[in-house]
């Protein structure tokens, strides 16, 4: 099974900075050249929402503050200016391989 | 609009079975890839299983041989049928699908609780 591992698993941003989130897979996820890695975010008490899909494409309405980007096995999310409604926590995915399978989360605070 | 709805949760014993549902509308559920995950209680997420291109699944180890994916097209209804569940198999369940992204979850259902202890 691809081992998804996200560091850190915790950060504390002040709003208006940025933050910046890992996600390290333990198999190349790129196939013909794309990779099934999605970023997700869930609030306490709500399903998880996609944030971006094949690395660092971003889902509708989605601001443009947040942006993917990574290669076959190293992933990054990063939020340029971090807003009180960011908090929560992030998930990576990866949809290339089966099991599909989730990072540990990261918590934003 | 595209929207999920889970139905089928509650406390069920170890041993026992039980159904999950998952609604959908706007969209058929035959035509797109359809997972299951669930959430343990204050735990991350867990792929559980998938459907895919027809009659196409794929489980979890730690649901395989115990749980099935299966559909209903006059219902546009995704199920998870789970059985001999365990204490370890109380979580939230969550149905999701790949509506207009490839690769990734872009709609997910509210998530319908199932509590396994007597």
């Known amino acids: 099974d691809i081992v998804m591992t996200q560091t850190p698993l915790s950060s504390r941003v002040t709003p208006g900075q940025p933050a910046s989130i890992s996600c390290r897979s333990s198999?190349?996820?790129?196939?013909?050249?794309?990779?099934?890695l999605s970023w997700l975010h869930q609030r306490p008490g709500q399903p998880p929402r996609l944030l971006i899909y094949r690395i660092s494409d971003r889902f509708s309405g989605v601001p443009d503050r947040f942006s993917g980007s990574g290669t076959g096995t190293e992933f990054t999310l990063k939020i340029s200016r971090v807003e009180a409604e960011d908090a929560g926590v992030y998930y990576c995915?990866?949809?290339?391989?089966?099991?599909?399978?989730f990072g540990q989360g990261t918590k934003l605070e | 609009e595209v929207q999920l709805v889970e139905s089928g949760g509650g406390l069920i014993q170890p041993g026992g079975s039980l159904r999950l549902s998952c609604a959908a509308s706007g969209f058929a559920v035959s035509r797109k890839y359809m997972i299951w995950a669930r959430q343990a209680p204050g735990e991350g997420l867990e792929w559980v299983s998938v459907?895919?291109?027809?009659?196409?699944?794929d489980y979890a180890d730690s649901v395989k041989g115990r749980f099935t994916v299966s559909r209903d097209d006059s219902e546009n209804t995704l199920f998870l049928q789970m059985n001999s569940l365990r204490p370890e198999d109380t979580a939230t369940y969550y149905c999701a699908t790949s509506y207009i992204t490839p690769g990734g979850f872009d709609y997910w259902g509210q998530g319908a609780l199932v509590t396994v202890s007597s």
């Open positions: 198999q190349n996820l790129i196939y013909s050249g794309i990779a099934d």
């Open positions: 459907l895919y291109s027809g009659d196409k699944t």
């Open positions: 995915m990866q949809a290339a391989h089966f099991p599909y399978t």
